[in-house]
């Protein structure tokens, strides 16, 4: 089984993504890690990236998870604002996705409460602005409690069909 957590940066898709491969016992993946060098100095410097930036580094996590696939699956916490980067990421028909979303102002207040991360809380705005919401998988209010996330998530990846 893969399963792709998707949002934009400070939604919490480390801790939900963690979450699920704990329970499914399957590798965990946070796309942050396999940024290139030159994207984590441009979005250090607070330039937001850009699609050519992204194009290598989402082929890099597509690899991964073709190679999981084999071994019975992975959980991959990504961004994946666009569609384009979605469709780059689904390298088989049953991915299982999983999208956060919530309030601007609490996404902003848990950016500013990060420690040590490359992505700025003043890059948020052009997130939210290029984010094209799916109209497919399971959508996470994260104004919940990340225990209620989580069970949402189980129930879902549990009763899904393979075929949907």
């Given at each position: 089984?893969?399963?792709?957590?998707?949002?934009?940066?400070?939604?919490?898709?480390?801790?939900?993504?963690?979450?699920?491969?704990?329970?499914?016992?399957?590798?965990?993946?946070?796309?942050?890690?396999?940024?290139?060098?030159?994207?984590?100095?441009?979005?250090?410097?607070?330039?937001?990236?850009?699609?050519?930036?992204?194009?290598?580094?989402?082929?890099?996590?597509?690899?991964?998870?073709?190679?999981?696939?084999k071994?019975?699956?992975?959980?991959?916490?990504?961004?994946?604002?666009?569609?384009?980067?979605?469709?780059?990421?689904?390298?088989?028909?049953?991915?299982?996705?999983?999208?956060?979303?919530?309030?601007?102002?609490?996404?902003?207040?848990?950016?500013?409460?990060?420690?040590?991360?490359?992505?700025?809380?003043?890059?948020?705005?052009?997130?939210?602005?290029?984010?094209?919401?799916?109209?497919y998988?399971?959508?996470?209010?994260?104004?919940?409690?990340?225990?209620?996330?989580?069970?949402?998530?189980?129930?879902?990846?549990?009763?899904?069909?393979?075929d949907?």
């Amino acid at each position: 089984m893969l399963i792709i957590v998707t949002g934009v940066s400070g939604t919490g898709k480390t801790t939900i993504g963690s979450g699920i491969a704990d329970k499914f016992e399957l590798p965990f993946f946070d796309a942050d890690n396999f940024h290139p060098k030159e994207n984590i100095e441009k979005m250090s410097l607070g330039f937001p990236l850009n699609d050519e930036d992204r194009m290598p580094w989402l082929q890099a996590l597509a690899d991964i998870l073709v190679a999981h696939e084999k071994t019975g699956g992975a959980v991959l916490a990504c961004s994946a604002l666009k569609e384009s980067y979605r469709q780059m990421l689904k390298v088989q028909d049953d991915v299982r996705w999983i999208h956060l979303k919530g309030e601007r102002d609490l996404i902003w207040e848990r950016m500013l409460a990060r420690k040590n991360h490359y992505m700025k809380a003043t890059m948020l705005d052009s997130q939210v602005a290029t984010w094209e919401e799916p109209d497919y998988g399971l959508k996470l209010n994260i104004a919940q409690s990340v225990e209620e996330m989580l069970s949402e998530a189980f129930k879902y990846l549990e009763v899904l069909p393979k075929d949907e």
